[in-house]
């Protein structure tokens, strides 16, 4: 149950609430099972405090400090949190859907289950964090930081990564079918056996990513740099390689559709390879 006080206290409005929290900077605001929807809170400061099972649907909490808060269960489809600090916070479960986190600091935060269909990400920060069979399908990431994130059987596919930062990232086995990666910086990139099926990775810069075993059957590597990257037994299979930088890539064994190319194709127009050990 949520703390009474508390509640009476966030009824004053921001400016008495943040003033409070000065005052009381070792409390915990408990707001477990609260129903906080359609309220309009900008800036508010709600470090550390528990959201366990609480409903904040359509709610405005734009430039929020949420840092290091429990969102278990938490209800925030349609929510506002633009700009907000949601850095190392716990989203277990969490209702997302079309939320909006458009330039948010989500860094080291802990996404478990979360529903985050459709959700607005576009320049947020998510450096370090984890998500856990997340269902991200249709996620606005344009310009995102993702770098040194790590995926676990999570759904990114539909999923809009245009000029976002995936380096060093762990997307291994993820589902990016029909993602749009254009323009994407994907160096070290970790997508051994993603499905990359139909994804548009249009200049994408692949230096040194694992593909090994990935899909990539009809995906756009037009003017893409995969320069040392490992695509060693990948499925290229109707993919539009023009332009693709391949030089020094390992293209063992490489899925082309009618052939598999054991040794590495030179081809001038389109792939440059060496050995199967580079």
């Known amino acids: 149950m949520a ?17 409070w929290r000065v005052q009381n900077p070792d409390i915990r605001p ?7 929807g359609r309220l309009h809170l900008p800036g508010i400061d709600f470090r550390h405090a528990n959201f366990y099972e609480a409903n904040l649907r359509e709610s405005v909490f734009t430039h929020a400090n949420f840092e290091s808060s429990t969102l278990y269960r938490c209800d925030l489809c349609m929510a506002n949190l633009s700009h907000a600090n949601l850095s190392l916070v716990d989203f277990y479960k969490t209702n997302l859907y079309t939320a909006n986190l458009s330039s948010a600091n989500l860094r080291h935060s802990h996404f478990y289950r979360a529903d985050m269909q459709e959700t607005l990400l576009a320049k947020a920060d998510l450096g370090e964090s984890n998500f856990y069979e997340v269902d991200m399908r249709e996620a606005m990431l344009q310009s995102a930081s993702l770098m040194r994130t790590t995926f676990y059987y999570s759904n990114l596919s539909n999923v809009n990564l245009c000029q ?3 380096s060093s990232a762990s997307l291994m086995g993820a589902n990016m079918a029909k993602a749009n990666l254009r323009w994407a910086s994907c160096v070290g990139t970790n997508l051994f056996r993603a499905t990359l099926t139909g994804a548009d ?19 756009c590597l037009e003017n893409a740099n995969l320069f040392r990257a490992n695509l ?10 023009a332009g693709a930088n391949f030089k020094k890539t390992n293209l063992w064994r490489v899925n082309l559709g009618q052939r598999i190319v054991t040794n590495p194709v030179l081809n001038e127009n389109a792939l440059v390879g060496d050995s199967p050990g580079s």
């Open 3 to 19: 703390n009474p006080e508390h509640l009476t206290l966030l009824k004053e409005g921001v400016e008495s609430w943040n003033a």
């Open 30 to 36: 408990d707001f477990q099972g609260a129903d906080l």
């Open 164 to 166: 976002a930062n995936l």
């Open 201 to 219: 990775l249009t200049e994408a810069n692949l230096q040194e990513a694992v593909l090994r075993l990935a899909n990539l059957s009809h995906a």
């Open 232 to 241: 060693s037994e990948a499925c290229l299979d109707y993919a539009h390689l």
